[in-house]
């Protein structure tokens, strides 16, 4: 089946660093290597990769990484930019709910919804969490780390009205959105995506992970330029959970 953030990023791809939210990749990886202290070389992997700005920016500082998208436009441009920036990344084109990782990673990152969150209409939205969760986890040495980002639930839950629920935008009891929106993908052009949505509480987060062999660690506010170590805003973009592969 066709998935419909694939059409999407494959066009938008050659515009997706002109987003303001990509304005800060090198003090997100000072902030992500922090946390890991990892020693030299240490291997890296990156779901939901996009056009590769972590990824690459990890490689300068002398990381294996490899980095896993279901868009092969946006893979494309990561290939220019890495081959840009004299650095190896190795780049795999799949869908992050079917990857199988063929060694096993000290940390993994996955961030800017890079792959929880984006479902086409038929998707069930907590299996394809669980699915994703899960070959992360089992691409985890024990003891590494996980960071992720993720949208913010209480954020939308906020924005949302009983007319939305009369006409069938929000379910209050399965937590699921439904979106017809139109969005700009490159060259002046737009798009009509049409899509679930079923954005995670950190609680419920907490628990897909504890199922795929995951122990949440930190819940920290997580929107892009504007990460650190404290507590989430209710209105702010993401939020960012950090795991521990038991």
């Known amino acids: 089946m066709s998935h419909i953030w694939q059409e999407f990023f494959d066009q938008h791809a050659p515009e997706y660093l002109n987003n303001g939210f990509t304005r800060n990749t ?9 946390l890991f202290q990892l020693p030299p070389a240490s291997t890296i992997l990156d779901t939901g990769c996009g056009v590769g700005r972590h990824a690459i920016e990890l490689a300068r500082r002398g990381h294996q990484v490899t980095g896993v998208d279901i868009s092969s436009g946006m893979l494309a441009q990561a290939r220019k930019n890495a081959k840009a920036a004299g650095v190896e990344v190795e780049w795999v084109h799949s869908d992050a709910t079917l990857f199988r990782a063929n060694k096993t990673f000290d940390a993994a ?5 890079g792959a929880l969150g984006l479902f086409n209409l038929g998707d069930d939205p907590e299996e394809h969490s669980r699915a ?8 985890l040495k024990p003891g590494a780390l996980l960071v992720l980002t993720t949208l913010n639930p209480y954020s939308k839950i906020r924005q949302y009205t009983q007319d939305d629920i009369h006409r069938g935008r929000f379910d209050p009891v399965s937590m699921v959105e439904i979106e017809d929106e139109t969005m700009e993908v490159a060259g002046g052009k737009t798009m009509r995506l049409q899509y679930r949505d ?8 907490k628990w897909l992970m504890r199922e795929v062999g995951l122990k949440q660690l930190h819940v920290w506010g997580g929107t892009a330029g504007n990460w650190g170590k404290r507590p989430i805003e209710l209105d702010e973009t993401e939020y960012m959970a950090v ?4």
């Open 26 to 34: 090198v003090a997100e990886v000072d902030f992500l290597l922090e």
């Open 198 to 205: 079923r954005r995670l509480f950190p609680s419920e987060l």
């Open 132 to 139: 994703i969760l899960a070959n992360v986890s089992a691409a």
């Open 109 to 113: 990152i996955c961030l800017c919804e």
């Open 243 to 246: 795991a521990r592969k038991e």
